[in-house]
């Protein structure tokens, strides 16, 4: 493949999701204008490599013991054809979404590939979901990103999902677009995240110490701070197959989520003292007092360890100092 030709690629990451995964790729096979895919695999151990040989993606597989991390290529054809060239990456450990998103997009970027499209291991595309997003990238020069409208299961939107709108972003108007169905952004998630080449060059990878949650909100704000813009595309729809369409509510989260707000927690707090120090402050007494507070009175399981939880991540967050390569 030729430098000219490396146009658009898929990035995945995962860890032990492979019924999901296997449906997200099923669909992703169907969307049109995409060269390759790259799924990077977290070192799951729940069968997503056999998986993957037995729906045709890989021809071998690696030693689940083996220390090193363990890559091979092979060809999948969409539904017209088209060869597209299947990248699989086995790493040793579990970088979570930072971690495997951070080496995903590194790899397709020294690949060449002029637009990355991310997506998480349980996003469903539709076949005109890349299309739709590859025909606003005319729109305006200086776009760093965009993305799409997420649904839950029954068509509404996905609460986690919706993307961080304001008037003004680097002084342009949120509805600058409206004519073309698109909508200014600050930040959004990794469901369905298209970003040109020309911006990674600039702004890095994202932050493999996030680990999870927040890692998408840090890395395309890291975008719009540099004056590149965001765009929403309403037309273009991928559905995101959870148990339940739910935001990021601590008082109301399951236990098995647990995990994930003790980097969440951290990782918010953070991305308030990288813009003030006023606001982080407030925040952290809010969620050391007002929100322990409620988790103790409203919460219906599970108190302690939320509150502890929470108060920890909080703390941590003081001295959380993430580097960028």
């Not at 898929?10 to 492979?18: D, E, G, P, S």
């Not at 030693?63 to 539904?79: H, R």
């Not at 169905?181 to 040109?196: D, Q, T």
Request: proline share 2%; aromatic share 12%; glycine share 6%.
């Amino acid at each position: 493949m030729n430098s000219d030709s490396r146009h658009v690629c898929a990035v995945i990451a995962t860890y032990n999701r492979k019924k999901p995964l296997s449906k997200c790729l099923s669909y992703l096979k169907l969307c049109d204008s995409l060269d390759a895919i790259y799924l990077i695999d977290n070192a799951s151990d729940d069968g997503t490599p056999d998986l993957l040989k037995n729906e045709g993606y890989i021809s071998e597989l690696s030693s689940l013991n083996s220390n090193e991390i363990w890559k091979t290529s092979s060809n999948v054809k969409n539904q017209n054809g088209k060869i597209i060239k299947f990248h699989y990456c086995r790493n040793v450990t579990n970088g979570g979404s930072a971690g495997g998103f951070h080496d995903g997009i590194r790899e397709a970027y020294n690949k060449g590939y002029k637009w990355i499209w991310v997506l998480d291991n349980d996003s469903i595309p539709k076949k005109d979901s890349l299309g739709k997003l590859l025909e606003k990238t005319e729109l305006c020069e200086n776009i760093g990103f965009l993305c799409s409208k997420v649904l839950w299961c029954d068509g509404t939107v996905h609460i986690m999902n919706i993307p961080q709108i304001q008037p003004l972003v680097k002084d342009i108007p949120f509805n600058q677009f409206e004519n073309s169905n698109v909508s200014v952004v600050r930040a959004c998630s990794w469901l369905s995240l298209l970003i040109k080449r020309e911006v990674i060059e600039e702004v890095g990878f994202p932050l493999k110490e996030f680990f999870v949650w927040a890692d998408d909100i840090e890395y395309t704000n890291r975008m719009t701070e540099n004056n590149y813009l965001g765009l929403y595309v309403a037309d273009s729809i991928v559905y995101h197959e959870t148990k339940k369409n739910y935001s990021d509510d601590i008082i109301a989260a399951d236990i098995e989520n647990l995990m994930k707000y003790s980097f969440g927690i951290r990782n918010n707090l953070y991305l308030m003292k990288q813009r003030s120090i006023l606001l982080f402050i407030l925040l952290l007494g809010y969620n050391l007092l007002f929100v322990n507070f409620n988790i103790l009175r409203n919460r219906k399981d599970n108190k302690l360890k939320f509150f502890w939880t929470n108060t920890v991540s909080s703390l941590k967050s003081i001295f959380f100092r993430p580097g960028r390569d």
